[in-house]
């Protein structure tokens, strides 16, 4: 018999082979998650609550049992956590209208939009699914609580010791060693020596004052000047003119009372700087040479002691003589012979010596009291001297060094501790690669500054007592320009370099500023009374 089609249609999961978005994410992820999701819809709708999902990670029954025991330990132990709320919510998320893609819209009931809220709560849900709960920063707390609890009877005071803290103060005070790694340095100011003359102002020597927060700078505008450097005012105290007389190096006497200059061929001058008085010095020797050169002043009596060396200076003559004089009379007192043309110098500030090299290389230490050479050592691994600078003994250079810069950029440092030099150096620093003609160390002896004026901004800092170039300084950009004289003040923490262009930039570094403000704050106070 003919029957009427049934038009009543079955639901599409009702239908044979086909599988509805609930039973498939029940495959996938469990009964359990399925109907947490349904209960956590219902709550949404109720009240606003951080939202918790759990999925099957494939672990065990015992396993996930597990885990609700210590969820349930967990509510029973802080059960107002679960009573918290976001700390901020943005009313406007709920106003917020969100475009989903093809799969989100399946989790949205095959909405193309959603709401700011519901947005939030499907990443969630993909977080979830993807990570899992984070139960193991729970399990970490649980087991330091429990830790804590065992060796509370055994506790220790909370500051067991204070000989950190005590480290840390020193290195935030400058108390202590400067760092290799890094060195930190301020830029305060940059002086004008050309004064925007046309003039030729190259500085050619700069120095700080032995003893007082004075910096004296000479050049080729025949202009010595000083400046008062005192870290917060910088500015130009005197100016002298030497009429004739290009200045090619300029130096403090070891205790700071004057200042010996020196232009081409013969000329010496002396400047007294309490008075500005110029004196002309003519030094008395039978054999007058055709020229002076290369100015070496001894040690300042605060670094040698008061030795013998503080009371002296030397220069070059002809060939290769030098000509040791004394400071308080300007007149020879020794003339020393190397084998050929001389071209640096230095004193020594551990012994009464002197360090003297020539054009072939050799270097020479001389007997000042005798004036007798104690030891000619080749330089074997340099083609040209150039510049020779000794390092202070301190307590965090308890080992004299004595650098020597060569014509190829290479600086080597040698140990002199001992009566003899070492045939190799202990460290070659092959960081420049034109003449190294500056080499300064710093009072005290835990920094070296080495430049050369033949390559614009040529100039590293080496810490001693490592041997290593500071990698981060001088940064890129700063206009060194060709640098021809550096000097580091003994307070403070000053530092000034002169280039050719007549500029003296000036610099502090923190550890040292640091380190006399310690000082300074640690001495006593003397308060003078009435009588």
Request: aromatic fraction near 6%; charged fraction near 30%; hydrophobic fraction near 35%.
């Amino acid at each position: 018999p003919n029957m009427a089609p049934n038009t009543k249609r079955g639901k599409k999961d009702d239908v044979p082979g086909h599988m509805g978005t609930e039973d498939l994410e029940a495959l996938v992820f469990g009964t359990a998650y399925v109907s947490e999701k349904k209960a956590k819809g219902k709550a949404s709708k109720n009240e606003e609550a951080p939202l918790k999902k759990k999925r099957k990670t494939g672990k065990s029954k015992e396993d996930t049992k597990e885990e609700e025991k210590l969820e349930a330990e967990d509510e029973a132990e802080e059960p107002e956590k679960s009573k918290k709320t976001a700390a901020w919510e943005d009313p406007d998320d709920e106003e917020l209208e969100v475009s989903l893609g093809k799969r989100r819209q399946l989790k949205a009931g095959g909405s193309s939009t959603v709401s700011g809220n519901k947005y939030e709560e499907i990443l969630r849900d993909d977080f979830v699914k993807a990570h899992g709960l984070a139960r193991w920063a729970d399990e970490a707390k649980r087991k330091e609580k429990d830790d804590d609890s065992e060796d509370e009877e055994d506790e220790e005071p909370i500051v067991a010791s204070s000989a950190k803290l005590t480290h840390s103060t020193d290195e935030m005070l400058g108390i202590g060693p400067l760092k290799h790694h890094k060195v930190k340095i301020l830029r305060r100011k940059n002086l004008d020596i050309s004064e925007n003359s046309r003039a030729d102002a190259s500085v050619k020597a700069l120095q700080f004052h032995p003893s007082a927060e004075l910096l004296m700078t000479a050049g080729l505008d025949k202009k010595l000047r000083f400046w008062a450097v005192d870290g917060t005012e910088y500015r130009k105290v005197s100016s002298y003119y030497f009429n004739d007389c290009p200045l090619q190096e300029a130096q403090f006497t070891p205790d700071g009372s004057q200042v010996l200059a020196m232009g081409p061929y013969r000329t010496i001058w002396s400047l007294d700087v309490e008075t500005g008085a110029t004196t002309s010095v003519s030094p008395q020797m039978a054999v007058v040479p055709n020229r002076f050169s290369n100015l070496t002043m001894g040690p300042s009596p605060l670094d040698s002691g008061g030795s013998m060396s503080s009371k002296l200076f030397s220069i070059f003559g002809d060939g290769g003589d030098v000509i040791v004089c004394d400071v308080r009379t300007k007149h020879p007192v020794r003339t020393l012979r190397m084998s050929s043309r001389s071209r640096c110098s230095v004193f020594s500030l551990a012994r009464n010596t002197l360090w003297t090299a020539d054009e072939a290389c050799f270097l020479y230490e001389w007997d000042l009291a005798m004036g007798k050479c104690l030891q000619k050592s080749k330089e074997a691994w340099a083609t040209r001297i150039d510049s020779l600078a000794v390092s202070n003994v301190s307590p965090y250079s308890p080992k004299p060094i004595l650098a020597v810069g060569t014509s190829t950029g290479n600086v080597d440092m040698f140990d002199i501790e001992g009566p003899k030099l070492s045939k190799e150096p202990e460290k070659t620093l092959d960081h420049l690669t034109t003449a190294a003609t500056t080499l300064r160390f710093h009072p005290q002896g835990e920094l070296l500054a080495m430049g050369s004026f033949l390559d614009p901004n040529a100039f590293r800092l080496v810490h001693s007592g490592t041997k290593t170039v500071f990698e981060n300084w001088p940064t890129k950009g700063l206009p060194l320009q060709k640098v021809t004289a550096v000097d580091f003040c003994r307070r403070a923490g000053h530092m000034a370099i002169g280039n050719e262009k007549g500029h003296v930039l000036l610099f502090q570094l923190s550890h040292y500023e640091r380190q006399t403000a310690a000082a300074a704050s640690n001495a006593p106070r003397v308060i003078a009374s009435k009588q």
